[in-house]
């Protein structure tokens, strides 16, 4: 229903597997599954706005496939000591993202075609700063949405359904090598990734549906409530 509404469900979702005795790394393995269907729900509805715009979400999927399967590998890689002690520090940096991200996101004027038509040092710029994201993505993920339309803020984009296309897309691509990576590695939690799925879905239809009686700067601002709440927590118990 957040996601729905305002956003903001990594930080629901990562705490609260780790409160029910989840290990860090396998939480945040579980998070990148539960979240991708709805990603390829998302591509789907905007299939044909992503087909018109060919060029430019071929460059950023494909640098984003890549980038999150080199985060995903990384995540396994890292012992689960550091990762520990990383996860406050991941938990906040998801909160303030989520908090500032009104602040940080306004479109510009630029039409997303545009953007592949640029000089090829700037469109290696950004596809760099893509790249970068995506091995964050894979890496942790808490946050990367709010990352992903602050760099399309950046570009200029003033269609935020242009926004949102390109957004889903590239979280989809990112998730996708990702959540292949956890299950090989067989880091997911089943039986709590199958009960969450469930609840996506029921949530994600009923946040839809009754949108409209909720106010998204109150739900936005309670989520960073919870999240700043739950950094703070695991800073000084965990």
């Not at 980038?67 to 990383?86: E, Q, R």
């Amino acid at each position: 229903m957040l996601n729905s509404v305002a956003g903001g469900s990594g930080l629901i979702f990562f705490p609260t597997l780790l409160m029910t005795g989840v290990s860090p790394i396998s939480a945040n393995a579980t998070t990148t599954v539960v979240s991708l269907p709805g990603y390829i729900a998302g591509i789907y509805v905007y299939r044909q706005r992503l087909s018109d715009e060919g060029r430019i979400s071929l460059l950023l999927g494909s640098i984003s496939l890549v980038g999150g399967m080199l985060g995903a590998m990384l995540l396994i890689v890292i012992p689960n000591t550091s990762f520990d002690y990383l996860v406050p520090w991941l938990l906040l940096l998801a909160t303030v993202l989520f908090t500032l991200s009104n602040s940080i996101i306004t479109p510009q004027e630029l039409d997303l075609r545009e953007i592949g038509e640029k000089p090829g040092n700037r469109l290696l710029k950004f596809l760099l700063i893509q790249f970068l994201i995506a091995i964050y993505g894979g890496f942790y993920g808490g946050g990367m949405s709010f990352l992903i339309l602050a760099k399309l803020k950046i570009l200029g984009i003033k269609d935020i359904n242009q926004m949102n296309a390109l957004k889903i897309l590239l979280m989809g691509c990112i998730d996708s090598f990702a959540v292949i990576t956890f299950i090989f590695a067989d880091l997911v939690a089943w039986p709590q990734a199958f009960l969450m799925m469930v609840g996506t879905v029921i949530g994600g239809y009923g946040g839809a549906y009754y949108s409209g009686y909720f106010n998204p700067s109150l739900v936005r601002t309670c989520v960073s409530v919870v999240g700043f709440v739950m950094t703070g927590y695991f800073f000084l118990f965990k």
